[in-house]
Nanobody
Framework: VQLVESGGGLVQTGGSLGLSCVVSGSGSGYYAIAWFRQAPGKEREGVACIDSSAGPTIYGASVRGRFTISSDNAKNTVYLQVDNRTPEDTAFYSC???????????????WGKGTRVTVSS
C-alpha cells in the first residue's frame, strides 16, 4: 500500500488549505485513513480519521471545528481541509491507513512520506 500526500507549502494566516492523500497498491482497499501532523519540537498528533465508507469521522480535540476530513473513493483520495490557518498549524502532515478508525499513531499500518505546511503570520 502506498500513500502520497500533496498540497503543502508556505501559506499566510487565515483562509483555507487543502491537503490530499492518494492511496494505491495491493490491498489498498483501506478501512480507514487518518491524518497526522508533527510540529517542530513536538510529538506527532493525530488530527482526523475517516473510514472507507466515507462515513464516520474522528477529530482530535485541538482541531475539531477547523479541520474537515473527507474522501472520494472513486479517486482513492482522502482530503484534509484546514480552515482559519494559524502559525500553530505549521507542521509536517502525513496520512496513514488503518483497519480500525483511530487517530492513535500505534494503530496505523502504512504511512505516506508527508507534506510540509508552513503558516506565516
Amino acid at each position: 500500500v502506498q500513500l502520497v500526500e500533496s498540497g503543502g507549502g508556505l501559506v499566510q494566516t487565515g483562509g483555507s488549505l487543502g491537503l490530499s492523500c492518494v492511496v494505491s497498491g495491493s490491498g489498498s482497499g483501506y478501512y480507514a485513513i487518518a491524518w497526522f501532523r508533527q510540529a517542530p519540537g513536538k510529538e506527532r498528533e493525530g488530527v482526523a480519521c475517516i473510514d472507507s465508507s466515507a462515513g464516520p469521522t474522528i477529530y482530535g480535540a485541538s482541531v475539531r471545528g477547523r479541520f474537515t476530513i473527507s474522501s472520494d473513493n472513486a479517486k482513492n483520495t482522502v482530503y484534509l481541509q484546514v480552515d482559519n490557518r494559524t502559525p500553530e498549524d505549521t507542521a509536517f502532515y502525513s496520512c496513514a491507513n488503518t483497519i480500525v478508525p483511530t487517530i492513535l499513531t500505534s494503530g496505523m499500518d502504512y504511512w505516506g512520506k508527508g507534506t510540509r505546511v508552513t503558516v506565516s503570520s
